[in-house]
């Protein structure tokens, strides 16, 4: 991060974001209030948010909007990906829409279990199926989701220290993962995903491992 700014996350409480199409002219007829009796807002493309300690940090090249108000109590929007026309990312929005029903009941899990590991859980899954990684993770026990009819990766949520456990077949070695990746058993491999650098290494490791796995 070039320019970080950390924050201190506050309790939320019946916050709803949605993603809708207005049309500017009746917008532009909206009295807003006045800025200072008002919670800030901010809209970032990216955010590294740490639950358990209660807070986290963005990069000032990440942030998309702002809303000027009381940033004592502000409201984080964390968007996908922009693209330069402007708009979010047809073919991951479109991914996440239809979405197998196991990934869907992983998603759920991660928001009943660790709230923000969403949006990484969320990269993490859409971007492996937009890769063309076929499958559904189905839960095995022990918090254990694993892909499936292919058992080529699982996912598991670790809400205490904030991260997804997962597990990829291939042996460390069979892979440049600069160390990202940890001998586990039966040849399989094993590591976190902790951010969306993270993240996006992962996927890039599942796309090789599916190819090895599906010849």
Not at 49 to 59: C, Q, S, T, Y
Not at 64 to 71: D, K, P, S, V
Not at 150 to 171: C, D, E
Request: glycine share 8%; net charge positive; charged share 20%.
């Amino acid at each position: 991060m070039k320019q970080p700014i950390a924050m201190k996350l506050n309790e939320i409480g019946g916050l709803l974001v949605y993603n809708v199409n207005i049309d500017p002219h009746f917008v532009h007829k909206v009295n807003l209030c006045k800025p200072e009796s008002t919670q800030a807002i901010m809209v970032v493309q990216e955010a590294a948010v740490f639950p358990n300690l209660n807070a986290g940090m963005i990069d000032t090249k990440n942030i998309l909007a702002i809303h000027e108000g009381n940033w004592e109590n502000a409201i984080l929007v964390v968007l996908p990906k922009i693209v330069s026309t402007g708009f979010v990312e047809h073919r991951r929005v479109a991914q996440l829409q239809s979405s197998p029903t196991g990934d869907n009941q992983f998603m759920a899990h991660v928001r009943q279990l660790a709230p923000g590991l969403q949006g990484v859980a969320k990269r993490v899954l859409s971007d492996i199926r937009a890769a063309g990684v076929a499958g559904e993770l189905v839960e095995r026990g022990a918090g254990r989701w694993v892909n499936s009819p292919l058992n080529t990766f699982t996912l598991k949520v670790q809400h205490k220290v904030n991260n997804l456990a997962f597990t990829l077949y291939g042996n460390p070695e069979s892979y440049i993962s600069n160390g990202f990746l940890h001998k586990d058993q039966n040849s399989y491999s094993r590591g976190w995903i902790k951010n969306f650098e993270d993240a996006e290494t992962f996927v890039g490791l599942v796309k090789q491992s599916h190819a090895r796995r599906a010849k």
